[in-house]
């Protein structure tokens, strides 16, 4: 009897070390092992992401990317740290829970909706949705939008055809696969507006003097975050960390330097009485 208790214990003991094991592997050791991190990023949304002149993949996100390969890596910074794959809006959700990319960095922004399917670090950046026309378009509020003569560029996702028949119900809708192909719709003629996100649409705004922002926003301010997979606690802690310290804390002026180079002023520092 005492033996098959023994034997009873033994056992329990042992199933609770697995379980206890196997809650604890992360993507963060699998990442380590393999010595890169393989992140998901757009191609095709200025400044956050795009093909340059030269053919380079270049961007905001790609930079904020790299910054936090580097630290994972106790800051080795090279290029083979790091995999990027170019991946849709609609490819972010699935390719982080079929464990395609470790993690997405992508003009992401935080929705209600958004966070029963994936986990978000902290926010590395404020933003916001507009929406951009041509300068010379005699639309000053967004009412002024809601007819049915007027075309709207929407990208692949539910909250811009959310808003569309929200604020413009009227419009007829087109739907694009990139905020480039937004943009240039609109840019073109082939549409009349398009939501951007506000840090976009004023880089897009100040490369093409011919077109502009509208003054009323169809959101209030919203954050943009990482993303990854839900349920990994020691890989969203790592990453929650390292963005908490770009925004307000020791890597914050590596973080400043990159902020700066797309966006020509410093961010604000998350410790509002830091002076900069």
Do not use: C
């Not at 604890?24 to 393989?38: N, P, Q, T």
């Not at 910074?77 to 997405?104: C, H, M, Y």
């Not at 093409?208 to 003054?215: K, L």
Request: hydrophobic share 45%; no cysteine.
């Amino acid at each position: 009897m005492l033996k098959k208790l023994l034997g009873s214990i033994a056992l329990a003991g042992f199933m609770a070390t697995g379980a206890v094991q196997a809650q604890e592997k992360s993507r963060l050791d699998e990442i380590l092992a393999r010595g890169k991190v393989i992140v998901g990023v757009t191609s095709e949304a200025p400044p956050f992401g795009f093909i340059d002149e030269k053919g380079e993949h270049v961007g905001f996100d790609i930079d904020i990317a790299k910054l936090l390969a580097k630290h994972l890596f106790n800051g080795d910074d090279s290029p083979k740290r790091i995999e990027l794959v170019r991946q849709g809006f609609a490819a972010r959700w699935p390719n982080v829970e079929n464990g395609t990319v470790d993690f997405g960095i992508q003009v992401t922004t935080i929705l209600p909706d958004r966070v029963l399917r994936v986990a978000f670090t902290r926010p590395y950046i404020d933003s916001g949705i507009v929406m951009v026309v041509r300068k010379n378009a005699p639309y000053k509020k967004l009412a002024d939008m809601n007819n049915d003569k007027l075309t709207m560029a929407l990208l692949t996702n539910p909250q811009q055809a959310e808003r569309a028949k929200r604020f413009f119900p009227k419009a007829k809708t087109q739907i694009f696969d990139s905020v480039a192909a937004q943009f240039t719709a609109v840019k073109s003629n082939r549409a009349d507006g398009a939501q951007l996100d506000t840090p976009v649409a004023r880089w897009y705004v100040k490369q093409n003097p011919d077109m502009r922002i509208i003054d009323e926003p169809l959101v209030p301010p919203t954050n943009n975050a990482v993303f990854m997979k839900m349920g990994d606690f020691k890989l969203w802690h790592a990453l929650d960390t390292l963005v908490g310290e770009m925004t307000g804390g020791s890597l914050h002026n590596e973080y400043a330097a990159i902020f700066e180079k797309w966006f020509g002023e410093k961010p604000l520092h998350a410790k509002y009485y830091v002076k900069q």
